[in-house]
Nanobody
Framework: VQLQASGGGLVQAGGSLRLSCAASGPTFSSYVMGWLRQAPGKVREYVGGIRWNDGRTYYGDSVKGRFTISRDSAKNTVDLEMNSLKPEDTAVYYC????????????????WGQGTQVTVSS
């Protein structure tokens, strides 16, 4: 499994960004795809995830209502749409994958992308 994240950048508070994760490897129907982030000096945070086979999603409280995760089975991509961005959303964002398990599970991801920087200015 290989994951390639893209789409990070610099945006003003209140703005939007869309991250994309291109996945390659086996059939992902049994996988949970997650987005996690880590800001300097802080622990890694589970932003949310999506269960590939049925599209069920989960979002952390800090992003609920602002972020949306979706997947495109034809393209094997998982996107993170981020709206109403805040300076505290500044972090390196990672896409990750795990075979099986609940979308609510915040850890246990076996495969990771390289991370993409998101910086939100105030």
């Amino acid at each position: 499994v290989q994951l390639q994240a893209s789409g990070g950048g610099l945006v003003q508070a209140g703005g939007s960004l869309r991250l994309s994760c291109a996945a390659s490897g086996p059939t992902f129907s049994s996988y949970v795809m997650g987005w996690l982030r880590q800001a300097p000096g802080k622990v890694r945070e589970y932003v949310g995830g999506i269960r590939w086979n049925d599209g069920r999603t989960y979002y952390g409280d800090s992003v609920k209502g602002r972020f949306t995760i979706s997947r495109d089975s034809a393209k094997n991509t998982v996107d993170l749409e981020m709206n109403s961005l805040k300076p505290e959303d500044t972090a390196v964002y990672y896409c990750a994958a795990r075979e099986g398990g609940s979308v609510l599970l915040t850890r246990g991801f076996d495969y990771w992308g390289q991370g993409t920087q998101v910086t939100v200015s105030s």
